[in-house]
Every structure is written in C-alpha cells, then in structure tokens.
C-alpha cells in the first residue's frame, strides 16, 4: 500500500520509527515532511498528507503530531478526508471497516513505538466492510460536506 506520511515537529522521532517499520512491512512510503526538530504548524503537514491522498499519490495517510487531536482536527477540514485519531488497535481497525477512515493519526507524545507499530498494522490491514449501514452513513458524512460546503459565500 502507498502510504502518505507527514508529522509536525512534536511527531518526528515518531514519524522516523514508523516510516522504517512501514518500509519492513513492504509498504511504499511517500514522505511530506517535516524532517527537522525545529518547530512547524501541524495543519501544514495534515494538509499535505490529505492531499496525497486525495490526489491519489498515496491509498491511504498517517499523520503524527504531539498528541495527535490537532492533525486530526486540520486534516478532516479537507472535504473527502475521513480522519481518525486511534490510540487502541479496535479503532484504529474498526475506523476502517465501519468508517472508511483514510488517514490515521498519531499523538507521538501519547503512544510508544510498539503501540504505535501494532495501531499502523490494524489500520493498514483493514479494509472497508461496504456493509449498507456502515456505507449509508459514510454517504451521509460526505452529504454534509457537500451541504455546508455549497452553503458557503
């Protein structure tokens, strides 16, 4: 799987472990940044991960910040994004089958590496279940994208 995978500055050593663990699981990893310690904006690097993954570049995102609420918070704001903010292997797998999430996201101060290595394989792993119910109320989400979106000046 082509995986997007973005950090702030709060996220990095995070981010470093998980794009070697994703590389030994035979993922393809598209790397948006930061790279540096030196403190950035979060949404910044939400957005780019988004966008690799709406823009087809990548199947699906994964995105650490400090404590991960924040790069969930930017990267839903990007309509066709369906982020999670999974600290427990069952979400982090159920997102997918019931939610059709496409972007995890990581506190990298909150979860330790061998959590975090456990959270990125329930998430890869698992595919959406197309079940009626779990797609009508994906649909529904999206629904109010569109709605509020063309409510807009």
């Known amino acids: 799987m082509r995986i997007a995978l973005g950090c702030d500055h709060g ?18 990893v598209l790397n948006v940044g ?14 780019k ?14 995105m650490v910040c400090g404590s991960g609420v924040g790069a ?9 994004i369906r982020a999670g903010l999974c600290h427990d292997t069952y979400s982090a797998r159920q997102g997918v089958e019931h939610d059709d999430i496409n972007v995890l996201c ?16 329930a998430f890869t792993a698992a595919s959406f279940s197309n079940a009626e119910r779990h797609a009508r109320r994906r649909d529904k989400v999206t629904a109010l994208e569109d709605e509020f979106r063309e409510k807009r000046p």
């Open 49 to 62: 991960v988004a966008e690799a993954v709406l823009g087809g570049k990548a199947e699906r995102g994964i």
């Open 11 to 28: 996220g990095l050593e995070l981010k470093k472990l998980l794009h070697s663990f994703l590389e030994k699981e035979g993922h393809t």
């Open 106 to 121: 990581l506190g990298g101060r909150i979860v330790g590496p061998e959590l975090a290595y456990e959270l990125v394989k």
């Open 72 to 80: 969930c918070v930017a990267a839903n704001k990007l309509p066709g």
């Open 34 to 47: 930061t790279d540096t310690p030196a403190p950035v904006d979060y949404p910044d690097y939400a957005r």
